[in-house]
């Protein structure tokens, strides 16, 4: 059966509204979201063609406490605001049964950016991270399968690290972010 979000429409926060929430990270937040800039016309260009479409919609699920929401959100904010594209943010910690359909390696991560079309009906979605980026947890994941390791937090704070260097490798998080919501959206 096909998942549907019809019920949750009107029930999140605008874009506005969770950035003037924020009860945490709201400064790297807000820099990430007023920094932003194109890597390319052609990105702009596709962005700004959606403005045509009225068929779809999208729900972000996110939590401020996380680094990923803070690097990447800020970007499909600005890129969706472009193509006019009515969005809402669904809190982790109030949409758990939202949050269990898009298990990341069977463990809760944000963002989720959940592409539907006006009656609920999901297309697709993307997150927690760019794919070079989740590129590198997923090698952590399986090079380190227990939790409980006297050394696992240690070797994580490492791979933190190379998340946030890798975040900003190239064009950084807006061109990683865009390119990849981009390839989902030209799907539809």
């Known amino acids: 059966m096909a998942v549907n979000w019809s019920h949750k429409f009107g029930k999140g926060l605008s874009p506005k509204e969770f ?3 924020m009860q945490r990270n709201k400064e790297a937040f807000q820099f990430g979201y007023e920094s932003f800039a194109w890597q390319s016309d052609e990105d702009r260009e596709f962005f700004e063609s959606l403005n ?72 697709g979605h993307w997150g927690p991270r760019p ?18 390791a006297p050394d696992y937090e240690e070797k994580m704070a490492v791979v933190r690290k190379q998340i946030g260097d890798k975040y900003e490798e190239g064009a950084g998080v807006n061109a990683s972010v865009v390119e990849e919501l981009r390839a989902l959206i030209s799907g539809f």
Not at 81 to 91: C, K, P, Q, S, W
Not at 133 to 144: A, P, T
Request: hydrophobic share 45%; charged share 30%.
């Open 19 to 21: 950035m003037e929430g």
């Open 52 to 123: 045509f479409r009225d068929d779809l919609r999208v729900l972000i699920l996110a939590a401020d406490w996380c680094g990923d929401v803070v690097r990447s959100v800020p970007v499909v904010f600005r890129a969706l605001e472009v193509a006019g594209i009515e969005t809402e943010v669904l809190i982790l910690e109030d949409n758990q049964e939202v949050m269990d359909e898009y298990l990341t390696m069977g463990g809760r991560s944000v963002p989720i950016v959940i592409v539907t079309d006006t009656g609920g009906h999901v297309l």
């Open 131 to 148: 794919k070079k980026v989740q590129e590198i947890m997923i090698r952590f994941k399986q090079e380190n399968p227990d939790r409980e």
